[in-house]
């Protein structure tokens, strides 16, 4: 079975950096990505970043402008999101998805699994 945990979340004062984590496990299939989303109170879910985990090819929302950073170590099974500069309007819940390699991560069939979030509060 397919698991993300994701960590990492927590208050951090505006400016400020935050490192999460999604430990993944149980995918078998060889082609796949990791991605992160966000929703903040009263919005819908948006894509952040994404990273193909065969080849560790990223990409972006064009909203992140160089302050978050996706990576992988393969040897923990795990993906990062670094978030620096931080502002209020990052206050969000993140999660972590999982995909087939290839399909947006927006689109129907772009997203297999997910994990429960963890909570990013940027305060002013």
């Known amino acids: 079975q397919v698991q993300l945990v994701e960590s990492g979340g927590g208050v951090v004062q505006a400016g400020g950096s935050l490192r999460l984590s999604c430990a993944a496990s149980?995918?078998?299939?060889?082609?796949?990505?990791i991605h992160w989303f966000r929703q903040a109170p009263g919005e819908e879910r948006e894509f952040v970043a994404g990273?193909?985990?065969?080849?560790?090819?990223?990409y972006y929302a064009d909203f992140v402008k160089s302050r978050l950073t996706i990576s992988r170590d393969i040897a923990k099974n795990t993906v990062y999101l670094q978030m620096n500069s931080l502002k209020p309007e990052d206050t969000a819940t993140y999660y972590c998805?999982?995909?087939?390699?290839?399909?947006?991560?927006?689109?129907?069939?772009?997203?297999?699994?997910w994990g429960q979030g963890t909570q990013v509060t940027v305060s002013s």
């Open positions: 990273i193909n985990w065969d080849d560790g090819s990223k």
């Open positions: 149980g995918r078998t299939d060889s082609t796949y990505a």
């Open positions: 998805a999982t995909g087939p390699s290839g399909v947006s991560p927006t689109l129907d069939g772009g997203i297999d699994y």
